[in-house]
């Protein structure tokens, strides 16, 4: 482990610690060295790793733990500290964290190394006595995501190490912290559509076969389909085309291939499975073929437990009475949800992905004391299924 960065008086300092790190998709070496930094004086036996193979890999993957008492209870933070490309434009460098007035500017104080920052802070005031703590943080959650979080529960179920529940960092408040946690996620699929025809003149297109024209009738069918009027849950499963491509730099050239790119987010009503099996039987009688990539399942944390003792930090800390919501995109929850039930919650997410990235510091302090409130009550609590 190199020392990198020092240990951090505070939140804030510890934000800035990992924000320094520049970490765009996948994230590896110094910014784990930073979060290892942290948690190993805190008494986490650190475990990090590489996953997989190029194009996707490899990826660094950190899994943390300080075990409690046997037979005590075991709660998990989840995050990432790999971040998206910070693009042009900002007023300062995106890895030179700066404090101007009540925020703290820099790619990744949102989404999600501010998140973490609060999330190592929490545990510093939790007694070790008090239960098993630990950390599953990976560095591509905002790249292809299959070799990190996978990877890291695959390492946690051959080790035993499998919590009663886990709080993933992402930023789901959205006009102030703590008005929305997220109990669930849309799943997601990707369907790559291809057409064949037979390459022609324009002139003579009885001797040619269009695919352009079989591809727009499959599109049009798609487009019309009704998947379903949402449950009480979540919203209704939408499907939209996202690319169109021929390829033809001729005029006066019939192509002899015609491709397409559709996107479904659905709720829990369908399964990637079904839905790409449907695509393919509408894309099959109009001569073409279909390729699904399953991104993930949908899945529902049912309130209860675990969403009370929650919300109830939240209410505590901030007078807010969070909403229970499943909107959004899909985060490394729809793989941690096959491991212990699993809810989101973070800071605003305004500025997430954006040019300016940037974090209330008072909401760091504050999102710092929710965190310590929902441990303290998870480790306590006899059940979240009760």
């Not at 610690?17 to 998709?25: G, K, Q, Y």
């Not at 179920?157 to 109990?183: A, F, H, Q, Y």
């Not at 675990?306 to 919501?325: H, K, M, N, Q």
Request: some cysteine; hydrophobic content about 45%.
């Amino acid at each position: 482990m190199s020392q990198t960065a020092p240990l951090a008086a505070s939140v804030i300092d510890l934000a800035e610690a990992l924000i320094a790190c520049p970490s765009v998709t996948p994230a590896t070496g110094m910014v784990f060295d930073c979060l290892e930094e942290q948690l190993a004086p805190l008494g986490f036996d650190v475990t990090r790793f590489a996953a997989g193979d190029a194009p996707d890999g490899p990826v660094e993957n950190l899994f943390a733990v300080r075990r409690g008492p046997q037979g005590s209870r075991h709660f998990a933070f989840a995050g990432h500290l790999d971040v998206v490309p910070p693009g042009e434009g900002w007023t300062t460098a995106p890895f030179l964290p700066e404090r101007r007035g009540e925020l703290l500017y820099g790619r990744g104080a949102v989404d999600m190394k501010g998140s973490i920052a609060a999330m190592v802070a929490a545990v510093r005031e939790i007694p070790v006595d008090t239960g098993t703590i630990s950390f599953i943080i990976t560095g591509d959650e905002e790249g292809p995501a299959r070799h990190g979080t996978v990877a890291l529960i695959e390492l946690m179920r051959e080790r035993g190490e499998i919590p009663d529940m886990c709080l993933v960092g992402e930023p789901t408040s959205v006009n102030r912290l703590g008005d929305m946690m997220k109990i669930g996620r849309r799943g997601s699929v990707n369907i790559f559509l291809d057409v064949d025809g037979t390459q022609g003149h324009v002139a003579y297109p009885h001797l040619a076969d269009n695919p352009v024209t079989k591809l727009i009738t499959m599109l049009a069918e798609l487009n019309d389909l009704a998947l379903d009027d949402g449950t009480d849950w979540f919203q209704a499963s939408n499907l939209e085309i996202t690319d169109l491509t021929v390829g033809n730099p001729a005029h006066n050239v019939i192509p002899a291939q015609a491709a397409a790119r559709i996107s479904i987010r659905f709720n829990d009503l369908h399964t990637g499975a079904e839905l790409g099996e449907r695509v393919a039987a509408i894309a099959e009688k109009h001569g073409g073929t279909a390729r699904p990539i399953v991104s993930g399942e949908a899945f529902l944390t049912q309130p209860g437990a675990f969403s009370t003792l929650l919300a109830d930090a939240i209410r505590a800390e901030t007078g807010v009475e969070p909403e229970l919501s499943t909107s959004g995109g899909t985060s490394d929850a729809r793989f941690l949800k096959d491991l212990c039930p699993v809810i989101e919650f973070g800071l605003c997410n305004a500025t997430m992905h954006k040019r300016d990235e940037a974090v209330a510091i008072a909401d760091l302090d504050t999102l710092t004391r929710i965190y310590q409130r929902v441990i303290a009550a998870a480790l306590a609590a006899p059940s979240v299924n009760s």
